[in-house]
């Protein structure tokens, strides 16, 4: 069965960090393009962070940068996204998505989404 499994998440307050993953399982991400993006209450699903295909350049949202790093394991088919200096803004469920041999990461070409995990800002 091809999926992404995604760990991580959680309740933290402003300031801390959290780490989340995502495992591919059924097929290798080397051919994908690979993002994260989230979804905050009431609002669409927002790309926050990519690692393109095919040169795996990175970009990020104005809103993480300098704060998120993303980041893959090869060898375990997973890819990482660090997350410091967490702000109540961002709060919001979390997803991980894959798009076929891609140059960005356009949420309505994923092929296949993680499950989403909730990360929860609170103060």
């Known amino acids: 069965q091809l999926q992404l499994v995604q760990s991580g998440g959680g309740l933290v307050q402003p300031g801390g960090s959290l780490r989340l993953s995502c495992a591919a399982s059924g097929f290798t991400m080397d051919n994908y393009a690979i993002g994260w993006f989230r979804q905050a209450p009431g609002k669409v699903r927002d790309e926050i962070s990519c690692i393109n295909y095919p040169d795996r350049a990175i970009n990020y949202d104005d809103s993480v940068k300098g704060r998120f790093t993303i980041s893959s394991d090869n060898a375990k088919n997973t890819v990482y996204l660090q997350m410091n200096d967490l702000k109540p803004e961002d709060t919001a469920i979390y997803y991980c998505?894959?798009?076929?041999?891609?140059?960005?990461?356009?949420?309505?070409?994923?092929?296949?989404w993680g499950q989403g995990t909730q990360v929860t800002v609170y103060s």
């Open positions: 998505g894959v798009v076929w041999r891609a140059l960005e990461c356009v949420k309505t070409s994923v092929n296949y």
